[in-house]
């Protein structure tokens, strides 16, 4: 669908504290809405909310959140929360990480129609926009997807484009859920999106910073200690000032830092891994993190399986693969390879979704009896 020609006529634009009010007195009884947010966040740690986008089966909402400071927005946010209420969002992580830093929970319970999308047999991680096409027949004009939404006032095209989101998604919600329903496997959605809404998944405690660093296998022990003890600080740094972890310490610094481990400030200059203004305001605070760290990593790596454990790593996917089949499901939706090893690592003691609910029934269990 052309963006342009979407139909405006029942969108509403929520900016005043009357418009608020009068929406959130609408949501009270809703049984389900879709949802949809619109967000800033290359400047920053934190994203910056921009817009909630709304709909049901015959209104859209666009509420502006630059205008309702924190406590003002507080009635929307406690509609969203409300457990009777079935949130309706596509590829749902982003959007729940917002309302966890902001409320520091997640909206329940949450439909998401990519996971609907797997579980019906259309792939693995499919787009909101191949999925209109393919469901609904419509052509999504996806031109805006990095446009600035903290522009006000709010150009027509943008908001029809943010209004679109959710008004395709009131369409595919019902229509999803019926036919999980009749498959048998609204159960197994529920079940995904339950585990998808736990707010731990949104939250990045300093000390396991390390783990988004994408070289980090590759380093020493030693090295791994020093580029954990890094990341961490950096993490503090990044959520105190709320700037992306780039602007304070990119990650090519971190590993140079931590493969030389610098004692000096002589040292840290001789370098040249950092930017003048970066070593002028941390370089000292840098040295200490360093000198700090431990000797070894705190989590250490696990070894490499062992040849037969190979073998029969290659034997589980090909399993997956074959039941996944069966099932007309991506094999990623099933298990993982990371699980599987975790699998012959631990058996039935590894902590892995393969083992848990509607997946141990489909596999979990056979792949444990056949270990």
Known sequence: MDTSAANASDLEWVATAQDLERLCERLREA????????????????????????ADQRQ?????????????????FERL???????VLHAASQDLEIFVQRRGRAPQPVFDTQIAAA???????????????????????????RADWSRRPLPAPMRA???ADVRHLAELYPRL???????????????DCARLTEAQRYLTPPEQAWRRLKGYARLSAQARAAAAALAAWREVQAQARDRPRQWILDDAAIYRLAERRPAT?????????????????????????????PPAPAVTEAAPLEAKDQVRLRELLAQVRERAAALNLPPSLLASRAELEQLLRHGAQAQIVLLRGWRREVLGAELLQRL
Request: net charge negative; proline share 4%.
């Open 265 to 293: 400030r002589a040292q840290l200059e001789a370098l040249d891994a950092l930017p003048p203004r970066t070593l002028a305001r941390h370089g000292e605070a840098l040295l200490r993190t360093l000198n700090e760290a």
């Open 119 to 145: 579980l019906l047999g259309h792939g693995d991680q499919l787009g909101y926009a191949a999925l209109v096409e393919k469901r609904l027949g419509i052509t999504l004009d996806k031109s805006l997807t």
């Open 161 to 163: 484009y943010a209004a």
């Open 177 to 191: 859920r019926a036919e999980l329903q009749a498959c048998g496997r609204l159960g197994w959605l529920e079940e």
């Open 81 to 87: 929360e409300q457990g009777h209420t079935v949130k």
């Open 60 to 76: 859209t909402w666009c509420v502006d959140m630059l205008a309702f400071p924190e406590q003002a927005a507080a009635p929307l």
């Open 31 to 54: 049984e389900w809405l879709a949802l949809d947010t619109e967000f800033l966040r290359e400047q920053t740690y934190y994203p910056k909310l921009c817009l909630i986008q709304l």
